[in-house]
């Protein structure tokens, strides 16, 4: 009989797929956001990813729609909230100002939060709207 933890991954992983073949990288343990996040130089896109399904039907083809446009992030990164949950945490301690949220997309410039697109933008929305959100903030702060 497969354990629950052996079933949630294998159902968790097609979400994941989603973004990594995109070119995302994940980041999944609070050491890999440490590395990463304050690091990162010039325009960082971060999904926080969901099992939800306004992330499966609008984030995350959303944001992969986006990266089409002419102005597009230096750095990809993605934490699954619910699922890794120390790196989501940490991520989190660097958007200042925001609650947690997921589905949502962090735009950071050399490590520092610049906006968030939060769920409550991202649900009920339509994905080409979810999409010009993201390419106005690559616009706006690259």
Known sequence: MMSYEAYMSQVIQPMRDELTRNGFQELRT???VEQALPN???LTLVVVNSV???AAGLARPAVVHSLNHA???DNIFTVFAGQDKEATAKAREYFEGYAPSSPSFAIMKDGKIM????RHQIEN???ATIAGLLTNA???YK
């Open 30 to 32: 609070a050491e890999e």
């Open 71 to 73: 102005t597009k992030p």
């Open 138 to 140: 690559y616009d706006t």
């Open 115 to 118: 906006t968030m697109i939060e």
């Open 52 to 54: 939800c399904g306004c």
């Open 40 to 42: 990162a130089k010039g």
């Open 125 to 127: 929305n339509e994905l």
